[in-house]
């Protein structure tokens, strides 16, 4: 309850500043309808030549745009700005403020920077990926519900454990934006069924950036495309990744010397 607490009270704060400056709402308000309609756009062009993608129906791809919207905009959220404010805390030493608060520092950088307009891109993926499942119609069950759910979970933890392992490396390389900036570039071809590229992309966007856990999984979840051992294999791989970027934020900070060094 602590947390939520943290959380609501971090979202607070981020709500009041960004009040102050509200043409930043129509901005990206804006920009989410561009970057949508120009996804549904593409998806319009395609279709018009095939039935199918990478054995992906329209109404299925559809769902999978609205899938990459509502992860995306859960990243811009709080991931991404969270991440990024860690980064610049580390190279100017303002860590020093967040490592003498009474709370778990770890959970503390992740929280306490939200971008609130995010939440744009979080409601247009939920339209686009309803309007998608009433066209599907009654295929979709309450399993797949659940698996799908589960899916988002584990494709959310993966992705947050990503994310907080390359911010780590802050504490050892001065610039690790770039680093960022590929993984929101390789995040792209997300809106696309992973079956589309050739296998070695595939691999790349499975295991070395993990795109398809947290858009193409959660999507097969919804069209039953997704398997047992699939299903399990991401559960084990966000405990395990969970786990892996816990221990490496704590060897990151036994690097850091503060801003009085």
């Given at each position: 309850?602590?947390?939520l607490?943290?959380?609501?009270?971090?979202f607070?704060?981020?709500?009041?500043?960004?009040?102050?400056?509200?043409?930043?709402?129509?901005?990206?308000?804006?920009?989410?309808?561009?970057?949508?309609?120009?996804?549904?756009?593409?998806l319009?062009?395609?279709?018009?030549?095939?039935?199918?993608?990478?054995?992906?129906?329209?109404?299925?791809?559809?769902?999978?745009?609205g899938?990459?919207?509502?992860?995306?905009?859960?990243?811009?959220?709080?991931?991404q700005?969270?991440?990024?404010?860690?980064?610049?805390?580390?190279?100017?030493?303002?860590?020093?403020?967040?490592?003498?608060?009474?709370?778990?520092?770890q959970?503390?950088?992740?929280?306490?920077?939200?971008?609130?307009?995010?939440?744009?891109?979080?409601?247009?993926?939920?339209?686009?990926?309803?309007a998608?499942?009433?066209?599907l119609?009654?295929?979709?069950?309450?399993g797949?519900?659940a698996?799908?759910?589960?899916?988002?979970?584990a494709g959310?933890?993966?992705?947050?454990?990503?994310?907080?392992?390359?911010?780590?490396?802050?504490?050892?390389?001065?610039?690790v934006?770039n680093?960022?900036?590929?993984?929101?570039?390789?995040?792209?071809?997300?809106?696309?069924?992973?079956?589309?590229?050739?296998?070695?992309?595939?691999?790349?966007?499975?295991?070395?950036?993990?795109?398809?856990f947290?858009?193409t999984?959660p999507?097969?979840?919804?069209?039953?495309?997704l398997?047992?051992?699939?299903?399990?294999?991401?559960?084990?791989?966000?405990?395990?990744?969970?786990v892996?970027?816990?221990?490496?934020?704590?060897?990151?900070?036994?690097?850091?010397?503060?801003?009085?060094?």
């Amino acid at each position: 309850m602590s947390y939520l607490r943290l959380l609501a009270a971090f979202f607070r704060v981020s709500l009041r500043g960004e009040l102050a400056y509200r043409v930043n709402f129509f901005v990206q308000l804006f920009q989410s309808a561009l970057d949508l309609g120009m996804s549904l756009g593409g998806l319009a062009v395609v279709f018009s030549f095939t039935d199918t993608l990478g054995g992906w129906r329209p109404d299925e791809v559809l769902a999978l745009v609205g899938v990459y919207f509502l992860v995306g905009g859960i990243i811009g959220l709080m991931i991404q700005p969270g991440m990024e404010e860690f980064i610049e805390s580390v190279r100017d030493g303002t860590l020093d403020f967040t490592l003498t608060k009474p709370e778990d520092a770890q959970l503390l950088v992740t929280i306490r920077r939200v971008d609130i307009w995010k939440l744009i891109d979080i409601l247009m993926g939920v339209i686009v990926l309803g309007a998608a499942l009433a066209r599907l119609g009654g295929s979709i069950g309450l399993g797949e519900a659940a698996v799908f759910i589960l899916m988002l979970v584990a494709g959310g933890f993966i992705i947050y454990s990503f994310w907080l392992i390359l911010a780590t490396l802050s504490f050892w390389f001065v610039r690790v934006e770039n680093i960022l900036v590929i993984f929101q570039s390789m995040y792209e071809a997300g809106r696309w069924p992973i079956s589309l590229y050739p296998g070695w992309l595939r691999y790349g966007l499975t295991f070395v950036v993990p795109v398809a856990f947290a858009v193409t999984l959660p999507a097969e979840a919804l069209t039953s495309r997704l398997s047992g051992w699939t299903l399990l294999g991401a559960v084990a791989l966000a405990a395990v990744l969970l786990v892996i970027s816990r221990g490496f934020w704590r060897l990151g900070l036994r690097r850091y010397s503060g801003a009085s060094a």
